[in-house]
Structure formats: structure tokens, C-alpha cells
């Protein structure tokens, strides 16, 4: 019998990932590395620098957590929905701040998303329909290898059965000439910003028919949207990072779907980032950077902020890397306060850990629910079961405090 696997390796969450002999076929490198080299770098339960076994560690965490006053737990963007659950009940119980990396990524389009301000469908009906998609800031050719050949540019769609060479409209909106912008070729446009806000005014001027820097790119672009019942703009971190107002921009799209149907879809790149922002979003009503002792959420609660000002005593870091990804002046303040590591692989946050806690990979050997970039829930079976997972070590500590 044929068996298809969910690559966890980001919020394409491709399912159609096969092993046949030993060979990992369909995925992208980034695939083929998480499911060829899981074994490779792995996590051992340590404690201060010393090897222990595995409920030792869980239980030095969870004297650790007993003993903070100012706890921040932080990640889980690459876990489960079912361990994120766990995570956030944890912060409940210990009254403690909790983040991910959305709050620095795509969080705030995906909280405008489930507030109903900005009108969202999914991949497979961009596949089946969409004319025109507009990446932007996003280049999908690095962070999402398989987007444009699965669900955007190249597939043939129920209503667009010749695909790219005549059926899509692609645009490319970047500050620089990203690779992605290079495929815009024929039926395609590649729109250079240096202030995204420009091109956002040029939208809203276009369609009340005023003058504008844009006009004629935005002009070619409505008229090109008129033409189906379905376009899409896929947002990434440029365009995050090159807004100045993002109200402004979610206006921009009601605005345009005066003129024609317009949907949004992050293009953000953890597998499991959006799952973390709608648990939290369901339980608390916001998705990130939350206070569970304050009762909201804000800008000082993100992790990197908490980390700066030294509000914390203690992390619990699942399944991220801050010491690798966040700047040096951040992430070194994780060596004053007590770092717990739960993760299947010995990351550079792990080795600086006081507690390092490993677990299994996500989707390779522990199954559960992830959810897509455009929300659609996916259930993840794992290559071989590893018992000691996320949800068995958050729920132990929390059952242990
Ligand atoms: S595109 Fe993403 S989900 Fe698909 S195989 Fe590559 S890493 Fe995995």
C-alpha cells in the first residue's frame, strides 16, 4: 500500500511526501532533510551540562518553573496543535507570559485574518481558480519551495486548465529582484517598491479613478482581477516589515474587492505557526505576545522585548532556536535567566540550556494536527513513534507543578 506523509518543514505542510526504498520522494531539500536526517544532532537530557535520563530533566524543569517568578514559555511554532494546547495551559497555570515567532513574522495578518478583517480562502481554491496572485514581499522560491508549483503559478485548476502560460496573472512585489521575481515574465509583472505604502495609495487612488505613482501597474492589475471570481495576494515578511500601518493595507483590500474578488493569504514559513496563533487566539483571543497575568496582549509581552528589558527569570523554549535566530544582544541575555530546551535536536539554544529536554520531531516521529498557512487543518502522521513528544513532556510538567 502506497503511504503519503505531511512534511511539517513549513506551512505548505505538503502531503504528498512518499519514502519508497528508503528514497524520500516529492519533497523539496528542506523536506528531504527533515524526513533523510532526523536521526542526525540530536537532543540528550541534560542538566547544567550533565547528562541525566529523560524524567529527571522533566523534573528539574519543573522545580525550575516552581521556583520562577516571571516565566516566559516561547516557540511551538513547529510542534503540534496538540502540544501547543499543552504549552498554553501551562502559561495559564503559571501565570506566565507566552510568544512565538509570529509576533516578529506574520502574526498580525493572521490575527486580521481570524478578526474577519481581511477575507481569506485557501490553496486548493487559488489552484482551482485564481487569475491573478500577487506575492508580496515574499519569495516563495526560498522559504516555500513547493507554494507555486502545489497550490499558486504552475498547477492547472479546475477553472484554469492551461495554468501559467495563459491562465494566471502573476505579480511580484518586492524591494529587490528576488528570484521569484525573475518568473515574471509572460502574463506577469514585477513591481519594484521602495515604500510598500506608495503602492498601497496607488490601489486605493486607481480605483477612485485619481492619478497616482502606480496607476498604470495597478491599473493592469484591477483590470486583470475583474476578469476572475477569484485573486489573491500572498503577504510575506517584506511586506510586513514595509508597511507602515497595516489597517491601512487591510482597507486596501476591501477596497479592491469594491472592484473584484480579493483574498489574503500569509506566506509566512513555520510549519506550524498559524496553528499556535489560532490556539492561543481561541482560548485568549489574540495571537501572540500574551500576558496571562496581565490578561492582554502587547508589544512589551513579545519575547525579544521581555528577553531586552529582563522582566524574566525563566524561558521554557519549545522547539525554536532564539540564541541562533534572534540578535547576539538578545538572545545573550538568555545566559543571565534559567533556560529550559524542550527539543528534538541539540540547537544552540540547548547548548547554553540549564535544562535541555529532548523530544521527537513533529510529524516525523510523533503524529497530531498542524495547520496551513491558509488554515487548513492537517493531521500528521509520524514515520515511527517516539513516545517521549511535546505534548507527553508539557503535560507532565504541568500536571508536576
Ligand atoms: S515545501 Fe515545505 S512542506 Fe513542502 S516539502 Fe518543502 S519544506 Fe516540506
Known sequence: MKMSFVCPGCS???DDIEIVDGKILHACRRGEEIF?????????????????????AIEEATEALKDSENIAIYGMDTTTVEAQQHGIELAEKLNAYIDDNSSFCLGEFVEAILRKELPTTTLEDVRDRAYV?????????????????????YPRGAKRP???????????????????S???????????????????????????GKAAKYAKEAGIILNGM??????????????????????KFVEMVKKLNEVAPVYFIPAGFHGNMRGFNETLFEKVGYVNKYSFRDGKSGGEFAFTELLK????????????DPVYSLPFEVSSKLGKIKTIVV?????????????????????VEAGGTMVRSDGVRVKLEPLEEREVNDVYILNKIKEGL
Open 12 to 14: 505548505c505542510l505538503c
Open 36 to 56: 533523510g536526517k532526523y536521526k542526525e544532532n540530536r537532543a540528550k537530557p541534560m542538566v547544567k551540562g550533565k547528562e541525566v535520563d529523560v524524567d529527571s
Open 133 to 153: 496572485m500577487v506575492y508580496w514581499g515574499a519569495n516563495p522560491f526560498h522559504s516555500l519551495s513547493r507554494h507555486m508549483s502545489r497550490y499558486s503559478y
Open 162 to 180: 492551461r495554468g501559467y502560460e495563459e491562465d494566471r496573472f502573476l505579480v511580484v512585489v518586492d524591494v529587490r529582484r528576488s528570484e521569484t
Open 182 to 208: 525573475k518568473l515574471a515574465k509572460k502574463n506577469a509583472m514585477f513591481i519594484q517598491v521602495s515604500d510598500d505604502d506608495e503602492l498601497v495609495d496607488s490601489f486605493f487612488k486607481v480605483v477612485d
Open 226 to 247: 475583474k476578469k476572475s471570481d477569484l485573486n489573491v495576494i500572498f503577504g510575506g515578511l517584506g511586506l510586513k516589515y514595509g508597511l507602515k500601518d497595516l489597517g
Open 309 to 320: 528589558n529582563e522582566k524574566i527569570d525563566t524561558a521554557l523554549i519549545v522547539g525554536t
Open 343 to 363: 527539543d528534538p535536536r541539540m540547537s544552540f539554544t540547548a547548548r547554553i540550556a540549564d535544562v535541555v529536554i529532548p523530544s521527537a520531531v513533529s510529524g
